[in-house]
Structures are given as C-alpha cells and as structure tokens.
C-alpha cells in the first residue's frame, strides 16, 4: 500500500539523521543521484518531516492507532540491518521516529552475511543499506528493473530486492539503456525519477559528503562526486 510508505517517508526526520549522525557532513535526497549530477531531477518534490501527515496516511489505509496517545502500536515492523556500529545507530534512531508515530519497530541486527542473504530472499520489512555513489545512471536497471528481482534460483539477479515492478519504468530503463544523446537520457532519467518518487519502492536518506584531508606537500588530488581513488592518478609529493 503506497499510503503505507508515505507515511514512512513523512515520519522520518533525516536532516536530524544528518546533523547528529554525519555531524551536519551530508545532504537529504530525494534521489539515488548525488547533488551536481547530470542526470539527477532537480525538480523533485522534497519529502518533508510531518509526524502528522504520516499519521493520516497511515489512518487512510486503515492502520489506526488502537488507543490514541497510548501504548499500544499501531502495527509493527521487522526492521534488519548488519551489526556495524553505524548501521545500527542509524537503525536505533529511525525506530524511535517511527515509534513518535505508532509504529513499533522490532530490530534485528545481523552479521552481515546473514543480514545480506535475507535481504536478497526478501525476507525482510525494512531495512536500510548503504550504496556508492552512482555514476551511470544506468544502474537503475539494476535497482529498478523487474527483471532484475532476485528469484529462489538465482539470488544474485539483481539489486531489486524490493521486488519492484513497474511495466512504465522497465520501458523507460530499457529506453535509457539504447539512447546515447545525453539530453535525451536526461529527461528519461528524470522520468524515472519522478515516478520512484511517487511509488517509493524505496526512500533515499542522504548523500554524506567527502571529505579529503592531506599534508601540505602533497599536490594533485582530485576529488571526484563518486569519491573513487582515480582522483589519486594525478597525486605527487612537492617540497619537504
């Protein structure tokens, strides 16, 4: 039920995710592409924090809260995630967010094999997972595209762990993959965009921003969006 994800999207509080968890070091998105790329859709419409909305939305799809203020949860949810110390502190803060709304959050973390290996099952609620930045957008395929949904004899097929299907964005996606005028790629890309953005399949959070410390002598480094190590191809060391 999409009224359900919107009200998880709109009980979630992520610029306080990014100034207590990445001390202010990141920015909320509403797209898996990082801020400065060609393809990223400008023109989303931001998800805001509204406790209240989300409530409505979840009353909509007849998921009331049984008493009110009270104890008692509205519903609860799974939510996995690997034990790394991060993960689960971003995990522990976006339960008591959705508990300000009714939802009772049932937390499991685990090693992350056995975490990984539900998730590509679907054997999951929620979860969160970090990515690399994407430089192709044609990575959405990968994410996005129904014929990249894991199945029980092939759980690698895909990164659609969502089990998202959507016959519009497999066209688009397929269509994106032929078309080699950029312009062309953008306004499909923005396309795709859009619509994960109505379906929410999934909620991105934030891109953390990179940050580059070095030694006065050193020279030549390049910081690309995507924060991969060519950026040391032009490094050398000057002076003492």
Do not use: C
């Amino acid at each position: 039920d999409r009224r359900v994800r919107e009200g998880l999207a709109l009980a979630l509080d992520r610029e306080l995710l990014v100034r207590t968890l990445w001390r202010g070091l990141g920015v909320v998105t509403e797209t898996l592409l990082p801020p400065g790329h060609w393809a990223r859709n400008e023109e989303l419409p931001p998800t805001p924090y509204d406790p209240r909305a989300a409530a409505a939305r979840f009353d909509e799809a007849g998921l009331t809260d049984p008493d009110g203020p009270g104890p008692k949860p509205r519903f609860t949810l799974q939510y996995k995630t690997s034990t790394d110390a991060l993960p689960v502190a971003i995990a522990r803060v976006i339960a008591a967010q959705l508990a300000e709304v009714g939802i009772a959050i049932e937390l499991r973390p685990l090693e992350f094999h056995l975490f990984l290996s539900d998730v590509k099952k679907g054997n999951f609620q929620l979860y969160t997972l970090s990515s690399s930045e994407i430089a192709e957008p044609n990575v959405y395929r990968n994410f996005f595209h129904s014929s990249f949904i894991p199945s029980p004899k092939n759980l690698d097929a895909g990164l659609n762990r969502m089990r998202y299907r959507n016959p519009e964005i497999d066209a688009l996606l397929d269509e994106g993959q032929r078309e080699m005028d950029r312009d062309k790629r953008r306004v499909i890309y923005a396309r795709v965009q859009t619509l994960l953005g109505r379906d929410l399949p999934m909620l991105p959070l934030w891109h953390p921003d990179n940050v580059t410390v070095a030694r006065r002598v050193v020279e030549g480094f390049r910081m690309w969006p995507t924060a991969q190590l060519s950026g040391l191809v032009g490094v050398r060391k000057v002076g003492d």
